[in-house]
Each structure stands twice: as C-alpha cells, then as structure tokens.
C-alpha cells in the first residue's frame, strides 16, 4: 500500500471528520453569532436608556413672567430601570436561542441516529451467518469431492452467499450516506423541559420591562436666562412622576399574552415542542410496523423448522438439496428476525430515555 498518493478509505474517513466537526463548529458559530447581534442591540439600547438627556428651549411659564432660555439635563428612573432589564431580556433570548438550535438539532438526527446503530448491527448479523454459512459450503463441498453430493446441491448455498455479500455492501453504503454530526446525548425530554423553560424565563423578561411603561419618576435641572430685559440668571429643577391609570389592565393582558404564547407554542408548526411529539409518534409508528414484521418473520421461520426436521432423516440428493435450501432461507431470516427484534427493543429504549 503506497502512502504516498494516499489510502482512499483514510481520505474518505478524514473528510467525513471535518465535515461532522465543521457542522459542530457551524452550530456553534451561529449560535455565538446571534448572541452577540442580540447583546449589541441591547447594549445600544441600554446606553441610549441610561444615559440623561440634554433639553434646551424657549419656555414662558405665565403671562406675568417673561420669556426665559432654559438648558439642563433629565433623566428618568424607569429608562434606569429598563436598561438593566433590556440586558437581561437579551440575555434570555440568547439562552433560548441556544437550547432551542441544540434541540432543534437532536430532534432532527433522532432517526437518523438510531438507523445508524440498527444497518451497523445488521452487519454483524450479515457476519454471523455468513460465517455459519461458510462452514456449510465447506462441510458440502467435501461431500461433493466425496460424490456424496450434486453441484445443484451447493449452488444454493452459493447463490445465498451472493445475497448475504450484496446484503453487507449495501448496508455498508447505506452507513456511509449516515454521517452524523456528535453532540450532547441529552434526553429529548430535558432538552424539551430547558427550551420551554427558557421560553418562560424571556417572556417574563419581557413582560417585566414592558410593565416600566406604567410608571416613571423623571427629573430634570438645568439653568435658566431671562430673554427680555437679558438678565434674572437662576437654577431650576423638576421631578414629575406618572401612572399610567391602566396599569392593571395592561399587567393582565401581558399575563395572559405569556399563556397565549406557551399556548401557541405547544401547537406551533415546526416548534421543538410539537416536533418532538411528531417524533414520538414516528417512533410509536415504527415499533408497530417492527412488531408485525417481526409476526411475519417468525411465522415463516417456523414453517421453515417444521421442513427442516421433515427432511432430517433422509439422506436423499433431493433432501440433500432441499435441506440446503432451507438452510440458506433460515438464515436469510435470521438476519431479518434479529434486524426487527434489535429495532423494536431500540425503538422502545429511546421512548423510555427520551420520553
């Protein structure tokens, strides 16, 4: 083997690394990506909330008074309040984004996965019988050197020799196609439970600087400037407070938007919620239609037993050859058998851990 133009099998299996570590790296990214788009916007607001206003204008307070210049700053306790909760508003959506994406993503390679574990342990039922089947062509092929036994005798077994090879290289192919990205093995449940709790976690966030709106303690200061006659220079300050005389009605409606929304979310098309109960039903449907397989298989491999010991004692070509023949099929259906049993018991243990 020449490693210098390089092994194919090493060049497919490093390409298949990269591209399961770059689609790791490219959750990542996005993830981080969001995060820091959604903190500068906060951040941008929460600089524009905290930070005092300049005012400046013409202002004449009665028609006794006259005309006075007027400059200063004002601030308001509840942009103070609201640039803290607009941090944390940005924070919680970044934790939802995340959880979200991640869970996203192992609902999506669920299938996949478990498909996976399944054609490789149907490879190692291919190996067993193919193994099994390799002792009986030996042990025939002696009895025909011995002329104990016809060629068409052992065709069958060769013929079933063909079909377990086409068998393997196609489940080998149908691996290759399965390259899956590696991440958390975290019960869909937990991931479910973390997404919805993250989601309630944001709307009361955001429910909490909506409320803001309801009050506000304001103060300004500042200097003034007669205009006419130019003099009376003087300092004022103000504080003025408001209520919104609907805060009630308001912090009810923003209680049952928060319902409304995990309500909606429950029943939302594409949400991890509802994917992950579509997923469960998938499952369910899967093990139904494993089991009746299974029904069939193990039927037919009963008739097959029943020939089988029919045959036992007759030492006959035509029994010879028939036996072969029964053979060959029981442990073609021994593949299948031990394929369907494998994916029902699979099925079920990921509805146990996930569910």
């Known amino acids: 083997m020449s490693w210098r133009k390089g092994n194919p099998a090493i060049v497919v299996l490093l390409m298949t690394s990269m591209r399961l570590f770059g689609q790791e790296a490219e959750l990542r990214q996005d993830q981080q990506a969001y995060c820091e788009y959604v903190s500068q916007q906060a951040q941008a607001q929460r600089d524009l909330l905290r930070t005092p206003s300049a005012i400046g204008g013409i202002t004449q307070p009665t028609e006794a008074l006259p005309l006075q210049l007027v400059g200063g700053l004002s601030a308001s306790l509840a942009n103070m309040k609201k640039a803290g909760i607009t941090m944390d508003v940005a924070q919680k959506n ?3 984004y995340t959880v979200t994406t991640s869970s996203q993503q192992a609902i999506a390679w669920a299938l996949p996965r478990l498909e996976k574990v399944a054609l490789q ?3 190692d039922l291919i190996q067993q019988a193919a193994s099994n089947l390799d002792a009986l062509i030996a042990a025939n092929t002696k009895m025909l050197e011995a002329q104990n036994l016809t060629r068409p005798a052992l065709f069958s077994l060769q013929t079933t020799r063909i079909k377990l090879e086409a068998d393997r290289a196609d489940t080998q192919a149908k691996i290759a196609l399965l390259q899956l990205p590696e991440f958390a093995d975290t019960p869909l449940r937990d991931l479910v439970a973390q997404k919805q709790s993250a989601e309630s976690a944001e709307q009361e966030a955001v429910a909490k600087l909506s409320r803001q709106n309801n009050w506000d303690v304001s103060l300004s200061v500042g200097a003034r400037q007669q205009v006419n006659p130019f003099d009376g220079r003087g300092a004022y300050g103000a504080v003025t407070v408001s209520y919104n005389l609907a805060s009630r009605s308001i912090n009810r409606h923003l209680d049952q938007a928060a319902d409304a929304y995990d309500n909606w979310k429950n029943v939302q098309q ?4 509802r994917n992950a109960m579509v997923l469960k039903q998938q499952v369910t449907g899967g093990i139904a239609a494993q089991e009746a397989r299974h029904a069939t298989l193990d039927a037919e491999q009963k008739q097959i037993e029943v020939s089988l010991q029919l045959t036992g004692g007759v030492d006959t070509t035509a029994a010879l050859e ?3 023949q029964l ?7 021994g593949i299948e058998t031990g394929d369907a049993t494998f994916r029902i018991g699979q099925l079920r243990d990921f509805l146990v851990k996930n569910y």
């Open 94 to 96: 970044c934790a939802l």
């Open 121 to 123: 342990h149907r490879l």
């Open 270 to 273: 594409g949400d991890v919620t």
């Open 322 to 324: 028939f036996r072969n």
């Open 327 to 333: 053979t060959s099929t029981r442990l073609l259906l």
